[in-house]
């Protein structure tokens, strides 16, 4: 069984441009959410994902919006970067109703 | 409401010491309160687990006591060991969605 798998796993960009990030659930799991975590601080749910439809988004501005494929793998796009937009960036997986999420490692985002 | 407050900041304890974190929540809704433990450079795992119609829960070195009335639960490390040096983090979620609040998490160093 393999878990969460995320990529790339660090990333450099520029003020105002554009980035996504990739996620491969872990098998069985068919929901994803994406968190930002920035250094410091605890993880802040961005949005959720379950049947290619986002589920759920917190507090984040329109500008991140995401995508599910078929095979539950998942992607995370961020326009207009921001300077506040660096932060560890982790993908979750789960099983819709099921308590219980399996983080991957992250993707280190740096904007300069 | 959305809140989960977590304390204290850091903790630095002796090899065989039992550091105790504490987080306190609002939203009455909550139905799911986990622990996370990370390790630098990785994502949050999923230590233990708790649900508010128990007042304990043991894994291993590893104890939840949940007060629901006081709104508060923590998180006891019996026989604490160097490789449990990390970052912990206490959540909270409530309904089908399961989506996480995170607390701001817990610097733990247990000196050898």
């Known amino acids: 069984e393999t878990g969460v798998t995320q990529s790339p796993t660090h990333l450099i960009k520029t003020r105002g441009q554009q980035v996504t990030l990739r996620c491969s659930s872990q098998?069985?799991?068919?929901?994803v959410s994406w968190y930002q975590q920035a250094l410091g601080q605890g993880p802040q749910f961005i949005f959720q994902?379950?049947?290619?439809?986002?589920?759920g988004r917190g507090n984040f501005p329109p500008r991140f919006s995401g995508l599910q494929f078929p095979n539950y793998s998942s992607e995370l796009n961020v326009n207009a970067l921001e300077l506040d937009d660096s932060a560890l960036y982790l993908c979750?997986?789960?099983?819709?109703?099921?308590?219980?999420?399996?983080f991957g490692s992250g993707t280190r985002l740096t904007v300069v | 409401q959305q809140q989960v407050k977590q304390s204290p900041q850091s903790l630095i304890v002796q090899k065989g010491g039992i550091p105790i974190i504490n987080c306190a929540y609002e939203?009455?809704?909550?139905?799911?309160f986990p622990w996370y433990q990370q390790f630098p450079g990785k994502g949050p795992a999923l230590l233990i687990a708790?649900?508010?119609?128990?007042s304990e829960k043991k894994e291993g070195r590893f104890t939840i006591s949940f007060n629901k009335s006081a709104k508060q639960f923590s998180l006891h490390i019996m026989d604490s060991q160097p490789g449990d040096s990390a970052t912990y983090f206490c959540?909270?979620?409530?309904?089908?969605?399961?989506?996480?609040?995170f607390g701001s998490g817990t610097q733990l160093t247990v000196l050898p």
């Open positions: 979750a997986s789960s099983l819709r109703g099921v308590e219980g999420y399996t």
């Open positions: 098998s069985g799991h068919n929901t």
């Open positions: 994902y379950y049947r290619e439809e986002e589920n």
């Open positions: 939203n009455t809704a909550f139905d799911y």
């Open positions: 708790i649900r508010p119609d128990v």
């Open positions: 959540a909270a979620d409530y309904g089908s969605a399961r989506q996480l609040t």
